[in-house]
């Protein structure tokens, strides 16, 4: 499929007159060029004035009756016009699981709404999660499990899908560290503190609630894949099979090793490199990311070889698997995760073994800390690509994507420039999946041009163009990317990673 010129409909007077001035563009920055639409979408100004009243909106069609109610938040808690997010997690008792706030302390105006909503039970009467918006604060709260989940935000960029799934992968780090089987602890004690058993894992949710404004993994729920050779992936993800085969057998008949629950991974700098698991349970991209953010944040695992028991929170969040989590360097982990504690001896064995074979003459782990080091900006794709300053490439059938290193001196490679970068990928992705007619997507803003491209069950594409690009420009810059990228497609993914 190739992106042409009819696919993409834009005011041809104004957009011409700014490219012959040469000046900045002209149009307004809100102005949306929304694709495969018959009318072009201009955002009302009344939609940017938020009024100052909190109104709880219950997504339900049939509900007859809104609740309103006065926060003051944005004038008590922080100077009007700062961005800010918090991100609260208590039980039905009001008892905090997880806390992001300056002061470690529910504030004020949350707790005001805590306390009102826990005991007028809104939540269990509505299956679906609820939000608030009070002037500029988006407020979205679900109940999970015994857990009732808040997240208030006073970034403009982000929306209440957006929030709702960054609440919904802290949720996830919980019962990853915990397992729902602790939460039956509440049935009997309502006012246990459940936080008593993240004592020393703090640093994962703090990590994962920073990384919300630098990965896109987590807007896209999608896994980061290394770009490596695909011989030596392959033979990466042998050694890792074989050792874990081969321990398995040495107590287990053939047909028995068939049956047992063992998963094997192997990351570098948050990026997977290769994956084995059994074909009758396999992962998916939210656990994985999770995973991720859990082994690579801890600093006490990258001392020495960790045991540690784990839940698949999607997959079976009632059970536990045992982890043994080992960096061979400081960068390159091991995982071998398996739901029999009997067979801590065999993965110690196995894990010896992928050790080894990694080692040995140094060329396996070698390339991967190779692989890991290069950045292959935009230029160094291709020279061609003049005008495109970056861009993020997700594969649906495989959950995975692509992320362009951050280029320089454009951007400059710090968390600021990947924030602001986040900011407008989530801005397109925003536009095109709360529009479900939208396939293609072009804006032109003072300083870049920003496009999105989705092709159903296939691929989603989002880039960020120089502010004077034209519009043939466009279409042949991304039609030359998705030639490279199909080149690169072995090299780039993981053929057959998540089903």
Sequence with gaps: MSLSESD??????????????????????????????????????????????????LPEEDVEETVQIHTGYTDTVYPKGSPYKEIYIVTDAGKPVVIRHPSDH????????????????????????????????????????????????????????????????????????????????????????????????????????????????????????????????????????????ASLSSR??????????????????????????????????????????????????????????????????????????????????????????????????????????LQVGGYLLTGVQEASSQILTVNAIDPNFAGLLHFVYKTISDFSFYVAPVPDPVFNRSDEAKESLLRLYRRVHSQMHERKSVLNYFEARECETLVGWISPMKFELYCVFSPFITKTEVVSISNKLLKWISREESALFIPELLK
Aim: proline share 5%; charged share 20%.
């Design 106 to 245: 529910i504030s004020g105006p949350v707790a005001g709404i805590v306390n009102y909503i826990l005991n007028t039970n809104i939540t269990s009467e509505v299956s679906r999660p609820c939000y608030m918006i009070a002037g500029d604060v988006k407020i979205v709260f679900a109940n999970k499990n015994r857990l009732f989940c808040l997240i208030v935000s006073a970034y403009r960029n982000e929306n209440v899908s957006q929030l709702l799934s960054q609440l919904e992968f802290v949720f996830l780090q919980v019962v990853m560290i915990l397992s729902e089987s602790r939460f039956r602890i509440l049935d009997k004690n309502p006012g246990f503190m459940l936080c008593n058993y993240l004592t020393g894992m703090e640093a994962a949710l703090h990590s994962m609630m920073n990384d919300f404004a630098t990965d896109p993994a987590y807007l896209l729920h999608s896994i980061p894949v290394l770009r490596m050779a695909p011989s030596l992936r392959a033979k990466i993800h042998v050694v890792m099979r074989d050792a874990i085969l």
């Design 252 to 357: 287990h008949s053939a047909q028995d090793v068939k049956d047992q629950i063992v998963f094997g991974f192997l990351f570098s700098h948050k990026q997977l490199v290769t994956i084995v698991q059994p074909s009758s349970c396999s992962l998916l991209s939210d656990e994985l990311i999770v995973l991720i953010n859990f082994v690579t944040s801890l600093s006490s695992l990258r001392k020495a070889a960790s045991w540690t028991p784990i839940t698949l929170p999607l997959l079976a969040p009632m059970n536990i698997l045992y982890a043994c989590i080992s960096f061979i360097s400081a960068d390159v982990c091991v995982v071998l995760a398996f739901a029999q504690p009997g067979h801590i001896d065999l993965m110690q064995r196995a894990y010896s073994i992928i050790q080894n074979e």
């Design 8 to 57: 993409i409909e834009l005011d041809e007077e104004s957009y011409l007159k700014a490219m012959d001035d040469r000046e900045p563009i002209t149009l307004s920055d809100d102005t949306l060029f929304l694709v495969r639409d018959d009318d072009i979408y201009l955002p009302d100004e009344e939609e940017e004035k938020k009024p100052s009243r909190s109104m709880i909106l």
